[in-house]
């Protein structure tokens, strides 16, 4: 069964650094996705990512947050200068929409604690 | 804002028992997903359903959406200690398959041996 990984599991940080969270989607997805769960909250749409470019962000996503899919497996989210807010699971995810269209396959997810 | 309400929060069983989650909107989906998620885990699919009426079985698992596309439900027959976890139902809009999923707040559901 085909996964979408995420690197690193578990990322402590000091409050102002920058991290970048990574994941490898499913090889023949062609959207891409971050989203995340703070604790006790309800999963949350970040951004998607398509073709390249981004294709819808949420308010959440302002000028902290940036995506980039730099060669033809990875796709990251760059989070700068990191606040305590920001300290939650965040979830990668691929899906092929079209015919035969199944959902989506999230990752296993990237704890960020921000200290 | 799209909101979709899921019922119960919580629901605490016996094995052997059967239940209902919901899944409500008063917006129209493209397509309901059904996750179930671990602690410390991402959500996983269970199913994916499209067409207004129709119902999927995933062995004692029945999933329905609703005839105007804006609720669903997932019934368990006989639930087993394994079915606890977290359940998810996430929708799309626009007519489309991509794009953000709005998901519930998700139900708890424990079963008792």
């Known amino acids: 069964e085909p996964e979408v990984t995420q690197t690193p599991s578990h990322q402590v940080t000091q409050m102002g650094q920058e991290v970048i969270l990574r994941c490898v989607p499913i090889?023949?997805?062609?959207?891409f996705y971050w989203y995340r769960q703070i604790l006790g909250q309800k999963v949350e749409f970040l951004v998607s990512?398509?073709?390249?470019?981004?294709?819808?962000k949420s308010e959440i996503f302002d000028d902290q947050f940036s995506v980039e899919r730099p060669d033809g497996s990875n796709f990251t989210l760059k989070i700068r200068s990191t606040k305590l807010e920001d300290s939650a699971m965040y979830f990668c995810a691929s899906s092929r929409p079209g015919q035969g269209f199944n959902g989506y396959t999230f990752g296993s997810g990237t704890r960020l604690t921000v200290v | 804002t799209q909101l979709l309400e899921q019922s119960p929060q919580f629901l605490s069983i016996q094995e052997g028992e059967n239940l209902t989650v919901y899944c409500n909107s008063s917006s129209v989906f493209s397509s309901l997903q059904w996750y179930r998620q671990e602690p410390g885990e991402g959500p996983v699919l269970l199913v994916t359903v499209v067409t207004g009426g129709e119902v999927k079985k995933l062995k004692r698992l029945t999933f329905q959406f609703g005839d105007a596309r804006k609720d669903s439900s997932l019934h368990i027959t006989a639930a087993q200690p394994g079915d606890t976890g977290l359940y998810l139902c996430?929708?799309?809009?626009?007519?489309?398959?991509?794009?953000?999923?709005?998901f519930g707040q998700g139900t708890i559901l424990t079963v008792h041996p």
């Open positions: 996430a929708g799309l809009r626009g007519g489309t398959s991509y794009g953000k999923l709005t």
């Open positions: 990512f398509y073709n390249n470019e981004i294709s819808e």
């Open positions: 090889s023949n997805h062609l959207y």
